[in-house]
């Protein structure tokens, strides 16, 4: 059990304000507390706590993977073994998306693609194409919004469930996994995920490819950055992805890696009617 974690730090930071608050009341009147200097100023400490109560709370919702704000998150395979397994956000894409689907095909690797639900429409073939060649569909919220973070837990838990009841309506398959947008988990996305019943599952290697403008340093940082039982964190909304990914590949196959499916890495069902 961590014992850094959303729960414990809440705990503490109620804990030192109605220690502190009662310290003023009681004791630094006799002037016998030993914090009593800090009395004279209470604004002082106030702000002080609550402003590092907050950014240890803000700060750690970007680090998924350390599950400081939900517990149940999956980063990585449990293996020493050079397996991979690739990962897709923010599709489907009608242009990146068929090219990916092409190159993976050749290879015969199985990959995971956790799609934007509003951008489904158009692209059911796409979404059946996907599924229907073996590959795994995951949640990546229906908006992905740029207010996505402020939502309410309720609000949040609407729009991953109309993500999963659309990609069924689709294709017959009721998502598990789900990836929150901007890969950040703040209590909002941990109450939403508890309330959905799904299974988060983020990364353990990012590429940024979304942001990279050279295709040999995205090559090179992916060569340098795997490790045996990584989730890799790609995007085929990204030219550069497409056209660089049977490089990658190629490669990281010279290195003795082999790709393996996403619930396979994790052992877990990616839906709940399979």
């Given at each position: 059990m961590k014992i850094l974690n959303f729960r414990n730090t809440s705990t503490l930071f109620l804990l030192l304000m109605s220690t502190f608050?009662?310290?003023r009341i009681f004791l630094c009147p006799c002037h016998t507390c030993f914090i009593s200097g800090?009395?004279?100023?209470?604004?002082?400490?106030?702000t002080l706590l609550i402003t590092f109560y907050l950014g240890i709370s803000v700060g750690m919702a970007f680090f998924p993977a350390s599950g400081f704000h939900y517990r149940e998150v999956y980063s990585r395979g449990k293996?020493?073994?050079?397996?991979?397994s690739l990962t897709f956000d923010d599709g489907p894409d009608p242009v990146n998306t068929p090219g990916i689907l092409d190159v993976l095909g050749r290879f015969k690797v199985k990959a995971a693609f956790f799609i934007i639900g509003r951008k489904t429409a158009g692209n059911e073939g796409i979404l059946r194409r996907i599924a229907g060649e073996g590959h795994l569909i995951g949640n990546h919220s229906w908006s992905h919004s740029y207010l996505w973070d402020l939502y309410s837990s309720s609000a949040m838990a609407d729009d991953i469930e109309r993500n999963i009841k659309e990609t069924e309506r689709i294709t017959g398959k009721r998502m598990r996994f789900f990836r929150p947008p901007y890969g950040v988990i703040n209590p909002m996305v941990a109450k939403a995920a508890g309330k959905t019943g799904v299974d988060v599952v983020v990364w353990s290697f990012r590429s940024f490819d979304t942001t990279a403008r050279d295709p040999k340093?995205?090559?090179?940082?992916?060569?340098?950055?795997a490790r045996p039982g990584d989730i890799m964190l790609f995007h085929d909304s990204s030219a550069l992805t497409a056209g660089i990914l049977e490089k990658i590949i190629v490669s990281l196959q010279e290195r003795?890696?082999?790709?393996?499916p996403l619930d396979e890495m994790l052992t877990m069902k990616a839906y709940e009617n399979c």
């Open positions: 608050t009662a310290c800090l009395c004279n100023h209470p604004w002082l400490f106030y293996t020493d073994k050079k397996l991979l340093a995205l090559l090179d940082k992916t060569l340098r950055g003795g890696f082999n790709f393996i």
